[in-house]
């Protein structure tokens, strides 16, 4: 009884010693997976690609009224490959473009703050990023300040 309780022992010690799981990413980020965040205060997309091609669409769940400041920061780092193109598109609704970002350089850094009135700009309702073989880090932020 001894001899079978040792080589169940001596078993499950190298079967539990050759698993092994996939490496701790270095960055922080999992290639080729975006991390998003769609609050009522903030939008995040993060990403980190590797020759990544992807259309992604979301619906923006911010709550922003009038003379609320929308703040945009885009941080393009890493960039690199000769036929990449990276866009994101903010809709306004369903039929109407908001604004167009096309990224095709490494280094790219954008702050933007627009306050949101009636007459001048108004509420955005979804976002699409497009990229074709985007190599690099990307994040984009969408946040809401009060007035």
């Known amino acids: 009884m001894n001899r079978i309780g040792n080589l169940l022992c001596i078993t499950g010690f190298l079967v539990g010693?050759?698993?092994?799981?996939?490496?701790?990413?270095?960055?922080?980020?999992v290639e080729n997976f975006p991390v998003v965040i769609n609050t009522?205060?903030?939008f995040s997309f993060i990403l980190r690609?590797?020759?990544?091609?992807f259309e992604e669409d979301y619906a923006l769940n911010l709550n922003v009224e009038t003379l609320d400041t929308l703040l945009t920061t885009i941080v393009v780092s890493d960039f690199s490959g000769n036929?990449?193109?990276?866009?994101?598109?903010?809709?306004?609704?369903?039929s109407s473009i908001l604004e167009t970002y096309s990224i095709s350089s490494n280094n790219f850094f954008l702050i933007k703050d627009t306050v949101i009135d009636t007459v001048y700009s108004s509420l955005s309702d979804s976002i699409f990023f497009t990229g074709n073989k985007f190599t690099g880090v990307l994040e984009f932020i969408l946040s809401k300040i009060g007035p």
């Open 40 to 42: 009522a205060n903030t």
């Open 49 to 53: 690609g590797e020759d990544y091609s």
């Open 83 to 94: 036929d990449t193109t990276l866009i994101i598109q903010i809709n306004q609704d369903s």
């Open 17 to 29: 010693w050759n698993c092994v799981g996939p490496p701790d990413p270095e960055h922080g980020l």
